[in-house]
């Protein structure tokens, strides 16, 4: 019987630990990412994508390397403790490569649209539409999986609160905390 096909959308930490639990499970996935590399929110850039969320220069993670690392693959004993955002690329590069994850992805490719087949019922499959540079395609998936972060579009329950805000935050606001978080940080880049 063929390996059931999985659908992966987003490569930052937790599409790229769904990619390798798929592997070891002998699933056949396929991850589309559509920036042009892995790591999600950590990879940091001066001038992040619009509509990619981003770290902020100066971040140090929270979580301690023990606390945070996958558990089949630990954080080198000469990684510190709490982290600065480039030894968390360095490490998710590392778990890329060790379990050979990058020829899955398809990167630069968006997901644009989920949607149960026709046969659904029966088959319980998903219709899966991406779109790479312009080019739009459609395949079909057993499973897929939505890895896509939750800090890129803000959520405003503004009708549940009383009164008003004296500004209410633009559309692609959340995506310029970077810079705002860069200029009033005095944390300077280790
Ligand atoms: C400023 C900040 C600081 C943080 N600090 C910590 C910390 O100290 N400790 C901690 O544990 N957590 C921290 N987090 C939480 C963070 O959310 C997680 O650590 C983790 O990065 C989430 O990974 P993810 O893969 O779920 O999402 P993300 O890292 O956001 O990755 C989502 C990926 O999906 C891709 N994508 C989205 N939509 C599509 C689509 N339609 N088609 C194709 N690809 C798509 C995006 O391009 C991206 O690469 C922080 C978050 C922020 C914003």
């Known amino acids: 019987m063929a390996a059931q096909r999985v659908a992966i959308i987003g ?18 996935p396929t991850c589309f990412e ?5 790591g999600g929110l950590w990879r940091f850039e001066e001038k992040p994508e619009e509509g990619r969320a981003s770290i902020y220069r100066s971040v140090i993670i929270n979580t301690s390397k023990e606390m945070m690392c996958f558990s089949d693959f630990p954080i080198p004993d000469d990684f510190p403790n709490y982290m600065h955002h480039s030894k ?10 060790r379990f050979d ?5 398809r990167f630069r490719t968006s997901v644009r649209r989920v949607a149960k ?9 998903w219709e899966v539409e991406t779109e790479s540079e312009g080019k739009h395609e459609s395949a079909i998936f057993d499973a897929v999986l939505v890895c896509t972060g939750h800090h890129s579009d ?20 959340l995506s310029s905390f970077p810079r ?3 200029a009033l940080s005095p944390l300077a880049e280790p």
């Open 154 to 173: 803000a959520h405003l329950p503004l009708h549940a609160f009383p009164g008003t805000l004296p500004c209410v935050p633009a559309p692609g606001m």
């Open 34 to 38: 559509r920036s042009g590399d892995i």
């Open 11 to 28: 490569a930052g930490a937790s599409g790229l630990c769904a990619l390798k639990c798929c592997l070891d499970e002998g699933l056949a």
């Open 117 to 125: 087949c026709s046969a659904f019922p029966t088959t319980g499959c």
């Open 101 to 105: 994850l990058l020829r899955h992805i």
């Open 88 to 97: 968390i690329m360095e490490y998710f590069r590392m778990y890329a490569q």
């Open 180 to 182: 705002l978080f860069t």
